[in-house]
Protein backbone atom coordinates (compact mmCIF):
# COMPACT_ATOMS: atom_id res chain seq x y z
CA UNK A 1 0.00 0.00 0.00
CA UNK A 2 1.26 3.42 -1.13
CA UNK A 3 0.80 6.61 1.14
CA UNK A 4 1.26 9.82 0.15
CA UNK A 5 2.27 13.28 1.79
CA UNK A 6 2.53 16.48 -0.09
CA UNK A 7 4.71 19.54 1.66
CA UNK A 8 5.89 22.57 0.02
CA UNK A 9 2.63 24.85 -0.17
CA UNK A 10 2.53 28.48 1.02
CA UNK A 11 1.44 31.99 0.17
CA UNK A 12 3.41 33.51 -2.69
CA UNK A 13 3.35 36.81 -4.71
CA UNK A 14 2.48 36.76 -8.11
CA UNK A 15 5.55 36.15 -10.37
CA UNK A 16 6.81 33.73 -7.53
CA UNK A 17 7.58 29.94 -7.39
CA UNK A 18 7.18 26.96 -5.13
CA UNK A 19 8.37 23.71 -5.31
CA UNK A 20 5.79 20.99 -4.23
CA UNK A 21 6.90 17.68 -2.79
CA UNK A 22 4.77 14.20 -2.47
CA UNK A 23 6.53 11.73 -0.29
CA UNK A 24 5.54 8.26 -0.82
CA UNK A 25 5.60 5.17 1.49
CA UNK A 26 6.38 1.59 0.36
CA UNK A 27 8.76 0.00 -1.86
CA UNK A 28 5.98 0.40 -4.93
CA UNK A 29 6.75 3.83 -6.14
CA UNK A 30 8.82 3.62 -8.67
CA UNK A 31 6.22 1.80 -10.71
CA UNK A 32 3.27 3.90 -10.64
CA UNK A 33 2.23 6.52 -12.69
CA UNK A 34 1.82 9.88 -10.80
CA UNK A 35 0.20 12.95 -10.97
CA UNK A 36 -0.87 16.41 -9.37
CA UNK A 37 -4.08 17.62 -8.96
CA UNK A 38 -5.65 20.79 -8.04
CA UNK A 39 -8.71 22.29 -6.41
CA UNK A 40 -9.73 26.00 -6.28
CA UNK A 41 -12.44 27.47 -4.02
CA UNK A 42 -16.22 26.56 -5.18
CA UNK A 43 -14.11 24.73 -8.65
CA UNK A 44 -14.14 20.60 -8.77
CA UNK A 45 -10.80 19.34 -8.79
CA UNK A 46 -8.64 19.61 -12.13
CA UNK A 47 -5.66 17.44 -13.41
CA UNK A 48 -2.22 19.57 -13.55
CA UNK A 49 0.14 17.17 -14.74
CA UNK A 50 1.20 13.65 -14.85
CA UNK A 51 4.43 11.85 -14.77
CA UNK A 52 4.67 8.08 -15.62
CA UNK A 53 7.14 5.04 -14.49
CA UNK A 54 9.56 6.06 -17.35
CA UNK A 55 9.64 9.77 -16.99
CA UNK A 56 7.29 11.09 -19.72
CA UNK A 57 5.54 13.98 -18.81
CA UNK A 58 1.94 15.99 -19.39
CA UNK A 59 0.85 19.14 -18.27
CA UNK A 60 -2.56 20.74 -18.56
CA UNK A 61 -2.41 23.59 -21.01
CA UNK A 62 -2.80 26.35 -18.63
CA UNK A 63 0.40 25.42 -16.31
CA UNK A 64 2.56 24.53 -20.09
CA UNK A 65 5.81 26.47 -19.97
CA UNK A 66 5.96 27.47 -15.85
CA UNK A 67 5.28 24.08 -13.89
CA UNK A 68 7.55 21.35 -14.58
CA UNK A 69 6.56 17.73 -12.58
CA UNK A 70 9.74 15.75 -12.04
CA UNK A 71 10.08 12.52 -9.43
CA UNK A 72 13.59 10.52 -7.79
CA UNK A 73 12.47 6.97 -7.57
CA UNK A 74 15.42 6.72 -5.12
CA UNK A 75 14.28 9.13 -2.78
CA UNK A 76 10.36 7.89 -3.43
CA UNK A 77 9.01 11.62 -4.37
CA UNK A 78 7.55 13.95 -7.27
CA UNK A 79 7.85 17.28 -7.47
CA UNK A 80 6.14 20.16 -8.99
CA UNK A 81 8.58 23.35 -9.27
CA UNK A 82 5.84 25.81 -10.10
CA UNK A 83 7.20 29.26 -11.80
CA UNK A 84 6.00 32.44 -12.79
CA UNK A 85 3.07 31.72 -10.40
CA UNK A 86 -0.78 33.68 -11.23
CA UNK A 87 -3.59 34.20 -8.84
CA UNK A 88 -5.32 31.82 -10.36
CA UNK A 89 -2.68 29.28 -9.39
CA UNK A 90 -4.17 29.44 -6.08
CA UNK A 91 -5.66 26.09 -4.24
CA UNK A 92 -5.31 23.23 -3.22
CA UNK A 93 -3.03 20.79 -4.22
CA UNK A 94 -3.19 17.00 -4.20
CA UNK A 95 -0.77 14.14 -5.47
CA UNK A 96 -1.84 11.05 -6.42
CA UNK A 97 -0.70 7.32 -7.09
CA UNK A 98 -2.33 7.04 -10.62
CA UNK A 99 -2.14 3.14 -10.61
CA UNK A 100 -3.42 2.69 -7.46
CA UNK A 101 -6.08 5.54 -6.98
CA UNK A 102 -4.74 6.92 -3.88
CA UNK A 103 -4.20 10.15 -3.14
CA UNK A 104 -2.61 12.60 -0.78
CA UNK A 105 -4.10 15.27 2.15
CA UNK A 106 -3.29 17.96 0.00
CA UNK A 107 -0.77 21.85 0.26
CA UNK A 108 -2.38 24.89 0.23
CA UNK A 109 -1.18 27.19 -2.66
CA UNK A 110 -1.91 30.88 -2.36
CA UNK A 111 -0.68 33.42 -5.05
CA UNK A 112 -1.91 36.73 -3.36
CA UNK A 113 0.23 39.98 -2.95
Known amino acids: QVQLVESGGGLVQPGGSLRLSCAAS????????MGWFRQAPGKTREWVAT???????AYTESVKGRFSISRDNAKNTMYLQMNSLKPEDTAVYYC???????WGQGTQVTVSS
Open 96 to 102: KALTYGI
Open 51 to 57: INSGGST
Open 26 to 33: GSIFSVNN
